[in-house]
């Protein structure tokens, strides 16, 4: 079976968020790969993007959080526009508060975290960085 695992793009602040993400959700980076890591004769770095995220995972339960900076060569991601939302079904109204308030810390509220009309237990943020997210605990779902 085909599983997803989001991948957001940061403005140089990659690892700033996913030590944020890793507070949230606990667990230990997969991997972290920095631009100097990547510097060859064929492909240079400059100095100013060496230390930045070329890539970072997070494994969640069975999924992975990624992301990487975008180099400034590449032009800056808008953090306001509109991105897909990163949806998160969890096990219980507790785990749904936790994650709910851990990750919305300092940012901004789109829909309080409590009973929907559909009949589970949702939130909607933009967390501090920019990143949509939706909390969703629907007892009727194993």
Known sequence: MAS????????????????????????????????KDMSNPDFQIPEKEANKMMHIALPIGKNVLMGNDVPESMGK?????????????VDSREEA?????????????EAPIGDSPWGSYFGMFRDKYGIEWMVDFNPTVK
């Open 4 to 35: 997803i695992h989001p991948h957001i793009n940061f403005n140089g602040n990659a690892e700033e968020a996913f030590h944020f993400y890793k507070s949230v959700f606990g667990g230990e980076f997969s991997q972290t790969v920095r631009f």
């Open 97 to 109: 508060d936790t994650i709910y308030a851990g990750l919305s810390a300092g940012g901004k509220i």
């Open 77 to 89: 991601v808008s953090e306001n526009e509109h991105r897909s939302k990163i949806y998160i079904q």
